[in-house]
T-cell receptor
Framework: GQSLEQPSEVTAVEGAIVQINCTYQ??????LSWYQQHDGGAPTFLSY????GLEETGRFSSFLSRSDSYGYLLLQELQMKDSASYFC???????????FGSGTRLQVQP | SQTIHQWPATLVQPVGSPLSLECTVE??????LYWYRQAAGRGLQLLFY??????ISSEVPQNLSASRPQDRQFILSSKKLLLSDSGFYLC??????????FGEGSWLTVV
């Protein structure tokens, strides 16, 4: 089976940097994904790491260490619109389906 | 572009009534398709996945069922809804780069 752990809530101010950590346990591993979900909306894809290291996409970066079963999402220059829930997820090698963490609710304050 | 259509967007159903949520995908052939459910303030739970027409795998035993009558059509059903079936239901497909993309979702309230 698979399980993922991430903090339930994070609060930060506009312009700051925030890091959301994710640790996972999985019997088969394709990669670690991150999704953003605003209240009332569907999750949207942010990033995917299949290999160790840092992937950067604009203000967002994602890191993976497969040996540590650990990854993080880094959000820079926070904006109010970044207030949302962020989910890490692992892709199961057998089902090719995502198993999600319980989500981290990010509150960006002025 | 590859688009996921999901309907209805919102519905309120009495306990014991049937359910049918429909999902269609455009712009791709033979996609892996999924139904997820999200309870209020919670994570996403995989309910069913399908790798092709008529091929359905169930992840969680419950009173829901899924069918895939056509390549790009995925239907979630129930014969008798329970209060615990309330939630946000999301159809999704597997895209390139092992990325999963979601439809807009259907909000179900069972009363």
């Amino acid at each position: 089976g698979q399980s993922l752990e991430q903090p339930s809530e994070v609060t930060a101010v506009e312009g700051a940097i925030v890091q959301i950590n994710c640790t996972y346990q999985t019997s088969g591993f394709y990669g670690l994904s991150w999704y953003q979900q605003h209240d009332g909306g569907a999750p949207t894809f942010l990033s995917y790491n299949a290999l160790d290291g840092l992937e950067e996409t604009g203000r967002f970066s994602s890191f993976l260490s497969r040996s540590d079963s650990y990854g993080y999402l880094l959000l820079q220059e926070l904006q109010m619109k970044d207030s949302a829930s962020y989910f890490c997820a692992v892709l199961d090698t057998g089902r090719r389906a995502l198993t999600f963490g319980s989500g981290t609710r990010l509150q960006v304050q002025p | 572009s590859q688009t996921i259509h999901q309907w209805p967007a919102t519905l309120v159903q009495p306990v014991g009534s049937p359910l049918s949520l429909e999902c269609t995908v455009e712009g791709t052939s033979n996609p892996n398709l999924y139904w997820y459910r999200q309870a209020a303030g919670r994570g996403l739970q995989l309910l069913f996945y399908s790798v092709g027409i008529g091929q359905i795998s169930s992840e969680v035993p419950q009173n829901l069922s899924a069918s895939r009558p056509q390549d790009r059509q995925f239907i979630l059903s129930s014969k008798k809804l329970l209060l615990s079936d309330s939630g946000f239901y999301l159809c999704a497909r597997l895209g390139g780069g092992n990325t999963i993309y979601f439809g807009e979702g259907s909000w179900l309230t069972v009363v």
